[in-house]
């Protein structure tokens, strides 16, 4: 499935036990000699009782990420077309906390899901400790580290991002955006994600764009964050300092592969 052409493999690990996800994660990621994807995704019963389900998510390297906007939607979509919920609200329970996905139907087909993506952190020390050399930008924390640049070249990313990622400021490492005011109040953004490289879209970069624009005042609370794969629809409320998340989830295959 794939969230923008943020694509990710998902296994039902309710029905199939994964030893070694990190190692399939970058076996199975691989476009040339495995499926092709940004990264593999466990869709997993939940461990704590305020939750429905879980989900691993582990990066195109082997590395575990803490969560992702775009393959949280996706999972939405999975449980419901797959009749495991009937339920148009779902609670997830992710390594960042647990978040709500509201499910946007179509007939039986969902065709768009928002998802609670909670409060961001403009400052966190375990995340971010500024140090010399590192451009002008935004740290915004959506549960995962982010560096938002606003610049007239969007296209830059490719070669700063993976620079940036490893930079001493981000003891944890970090995902980079690019980021540019469009006329029509559009933020053009494009990603570098800690772990997968250039992707065609984050969900939680788009979180951490828009809180970066508005903090910065270049966007309203409501904004429209343009990447490679598409777009995605992102609000900041004031009455709950919430950032909700807004975009498509699509089915692509299904399959065996052998591991």
């Known amino acids: 499935m794939h969230g923008c052409g943020n694509d990710y493999i998902y296994v039902d690990a309710m029905r199939y036990h994964i030893a070694d996800p990190a190692s399939l994660a970058i076996a199975i990621s691989n476009r040339h000699t495995g499926v092709g ?14 939750a429905d389900f879980s989900m691993r998510i582990f990066n195109a390297d082997g590395s575990e990420a803490l969560m992702c906007g775009n393959a949280s939607r996706c999972i939405g979509k999975y449980l419901y077309e797959r009749h495991l919920t009937k339920n148009t609200t779902i609670r997830l329970q992710t390594l960042s906390g647990v978040k709500i996905l509201a499910l946007h139907l179509t007939g039986d087909t969902v065709s768009s899901v928002t998802v609670d993506m909670l409060e961001p952190v403009l400052n966190n020390a375990e995340q971010f400790v500024p140090q010399s050399g590192l451009p002008a930008g935004t740290f ?19 070669t700063q991002g993976p620079l940036l990622e490893y930079h001493p400021s981000f003891p944890q490492r970090c995902n980079i955006e690019f980021a ?20 065609m879209a984050c969900g939680t970069g ?12 270049l966007a309203p609370r409501n904004v429209q964050i343009a990447m490679d794969g598409g777009e995605l629809n992102i609000e900041w409320r004031e009455a709950d300092n919430h950032v909700y998340m807004t975009g498509p989830a699509t089915f692509v295959c299904d399959g065996t592969y052998q591991f």
């Open 37 to 50: 994807s940004d990264g593999l995704v466990l869709i997993g019963a939940a461990t704590t009782p305020d």
């Open 140 to 158: 915004v924390s959506m549960g995962n580290p982010h560096y938002v640049i606003f610049t007239a070249n969007v296209d830059e990313v490719s």
């Open 206 to 217: 788009a979180c951490a764009t828009a809180v970066a624009a508005i903090q910065n005042h």
């Open 180 to 199: 540019h005011i469009e006329p029509t109040g559009i933020v053009r953004t494009r990603v570098w994600e800690r772990g997968s490289g250039i992707t």
